[in-house]
């Protein structure tokens, strides 16, 4: 007597899994598309922080060596601001309103009944905000280098680690507002309000080098502050300090634990 061996059923999740790839690809391809049809959204993230850079290098007292930075120039220091820059507006101004706004129209609902898990949504959003931002830290230090001979960062890896959390702290907190916000009106409101005491601590106003001591170091507890101290020391030769990779981790884990307790599909 002959025994047939019968292969064992696929398990469910896992068919889930391998159906939902090819539409979690589709769900990318489509946010792409319509990600490049802002061009608001392309020119704050990708194009203003360098602008800004060029017309704040253009001023000639920058480009002299400033005793109250540590004897470098303006332009010097300006460099991490405008990395930072397009970082606070993919997180806080260009992604929560486009998240909220899916949930508020139903789609997200809508998604969780079909192979296109509504994580597929936010985990393009999240890609494609977190890629321009980077495209626009490239285009800064490169703009900088070649028209204000800005030396570009000596300690890469330390450099490339620090802009790692940063963009990751940025992001969690744009899911964060993304997850406390019911409607974009409110996403847009949460954003700008958290937006300007972000842009201070990243040293857009005043290089955190130029702050009184007292204040620097109220400003490198929070994580543009930290961000822009690690990618300046970085910038030096230096490897970033510790305690302010710490604090962009610690930062980036406590935001992305809160919205994920809070986030809401619908």
């Known amino acids: 007597m002959t025994s047939t061996l019968i292969p064992p059923r696929p398990d469910r999740a896992a068919r889930a899994a391998r159906a939902s790839r090819p539409a979690a690809v589709a769900v990318l391809k489509t946010e792409a598309t319509l990600f490049r049809r802002e061009p608001a959204g392309l020119f704050w993230i990708m194009v203003f922080p360098t602008v800004l850079l ?38 806080l101004q260009a992604m929560p309103p486009v998240i909220t706004g899916y949930r508020e129209r139903g789609i997200l609902r809508r998604m969780s009944a079909t192979p296109v898990r509504p994580s597929a949504v936010l985990g393009a959003q999240v890609g494609l905000h977190g890629a321009a931002a980077l495209v626009s830290a490239v285009l800064s230090l490169a703009v900088g280098r070649i028209a204000f001979g800005v030396a570009l960062p000596h300690q890469l890896p330390g450099y490339a680690l620090a802009l790692l959390l940063a963009v990751l702290s940025a992001l969690a907190l744009g899911a964060l507002i993304s997850a406390l916000s019911r409607t974009s009106k409110i996403a847009n409101a949460i954003g700008s309000a958290v937006f300007f005491p972000m842009m201070f601590s990243a040293g857009v106003w005043l290089p955190v080098q130029a702050m009184p001591d007292t204040l620097a170091r109220v400003v490198e507890l929070l994580p543009f502050g930290a961000a ?21 981790a610690l930062w980036t884990v406590l935001l992305s634990a809160a919205a994920t307790r809070w986030f809401r599909w619908e």
């Not at 230096?238 to 990779?245: E, S, T, V, Y």
């Open 54 to 91: 060029v017309v704040l290098g253009s001023i000639p007292g920058f480009r002299d060596p400033d005793k109250a930075l540590g004897g470098i120039r303006f332009v010097d220091a300006y460099v991490p601001v405008a990395v930072l820059l397009s970082m606070i507006m993919a997180g």
């Open 228 to 248: 822009a101290q690690a990618l300046t020391e970085a910038a030096a030769g230096h490897w970033p300090g510790w305690d302010h990779l710490g604090v962009l």
